[in-house]
């Protein structure tokens, strides 16, 4: 079976490794590059790896339509739909800024380009992979001519089929094969029931070359932490400074101390999943005398005595001949005679 292994920067990420934990800002800064910055400084000081942004390119990306449709609400940000994301969205200069910012404080800074153009933007940035949105899964001119620029792509699969995403795929591949697949589900946020997660091992076995990863909008880290165990070595979860904030992925975002408790409990399964290696551990030695079994004698015997399996006890502890030897003592004669609950060693038995 291939290697599953991907470098973004300076990190390799395979089955072997930690999780390659994406702290996904998106525009929860708001607008405010000083927020923004503010939440990579926290990321890092967590323990994330990465850090996220979203980046569009308005007036190529909507129809003038949906531009100008009046939208009002709590969670706006402008009169119209368009204003509202031109409000949100940070220029070239405050990513230059952030992007310092991160290389200081030593995360990877990452963002998902939604357009030809964004896509553009990110690369002269120069972020050290980029990421698709899983609304992107279908739209083949954007995988190829993101694949085309040769930085590792990250993949995110909401609402898509297995058919989406093996098109994606092989539209990716052949130009890029640096690619890692992204489990998700496109509601925000996503109730347990709908994360199906165990798409996690169909991906594993679909793509057996391909680091898979999960992408979640679920409240809390539980799913993120399952996700790793099942196999993903990529982990994006949404983050806040506050829940409460306007917007509509602060609801289902990480707030520092999640973040924080999430990277201790990704190390945390990492070191309980261990090896597949099925072996005794010396840590085991102790309960394994104390509650283990052996074989002793029922009973005092005279030597010469032939064993029936009525002369044989099975007690503890389990600092002897172990029971699965019984067959192997039955019938054969004592060269030495033994005292009842004596242990029974092959050094005390006749050969056959």
Known sequence: MPDRALTIGDRTVSDNSDPY?????????????????????????????????QKRDNKTLYTKKMYSQPYI?????????????????LGRPEYERLAKVAADVGVDLLATPFDVPSVDFVTHLGVPAIKIASADVTNLPLLKYAAGIGKPLILSTGAASLTDVQRACAAILPI????????????????????????ITAYREQFPGLVIGYSGHAIGIEAALIAYSLGARIIESHFTLDRTALGTDHAFSLEPEDLARLVDGLRRVRAMLGSPLKRKLAVEEEALRKMGKKLVAAREMPAGHVLTATDVAVKSPGDGLPPYWLPEVVGRALVTPLLADEEITFGVLRPR
């Open 176 to 199: 890029n094969g640096e690619l890692a697949v992204l489990q998700c589900t496109a509601a925000y946020p996503a109730p347990p029931e709908v994360l199906n997660l165990g798409v």
């Open 21 to 53: 934990l994406i702290a996904e800002i998106g525009h929860n800064h708001q607008g405010d590059v000083g927020k923004a910055e503010w939440l990579v400084r926290m990321a890092a000081k967590v323990g994330a790896s990465a850090v996220k942004f």
């Open 73 to 89: 609400g709590r969670n706006s940000f402008g009169p119209t739909y368009g204003l509202h994301r031109e409000a949100l969205e």
